[in-house]
């Protein structure tokens, strides 16, 4: 892979990375804010959903993170390590629990009978999103396992 690529993705992990970080700190407190003052029957419900936000942003920083590492991988062709692999592991470990951690967030407001319809499809499009990447890291995780056996015994035939 061209160094260009990489460079191009490793920037624009780091800008989705900073875009979530100010999302995090400047926009969300304030809808948090804003919603409850639009609905304050609901408004109890500010500060539990906020830390729910809050605690799924840090398996998405940690994905985020490996895929950087796993960019830094391919960079030095060092794809076929278990460095390569591990990072992978991560990132689908971190897209499971994201995933895991909507649903009950969206089983714990469904509870409350809480749960706009509006919140429910952005929370099934964030669970199924994940659920693909989650799906493809394991198939890409697979992979790189076959080729670095494909690698090693080829490597003990020569």
Known sequence: MKIG???????????IGIIMICFCIFALPSLADYS????????????????????????FFLSLFHALKLLNYIKSKSVFTELAVNSLKQIKNSAISIIVLY???????AFLNALHPGIAIIGIVIVFATLVISVFTAVLQELLISAIKIKSENDLTV
């Open 5 to 15: 690529t990489i460079n191009f993705l490793k920037v624009s992990v780091f800008i």
């Open 36 to 59: 409850a003052k639009m609905n304050p029957e609901y408004a109890f419900l500010e500060l539990p959903v906020l830390i729910g936000i809050y605690i799924t942003a840090i398996p």
């Open 103 to 109: 649903v009950i967030g969206m089983f714990f407001l």
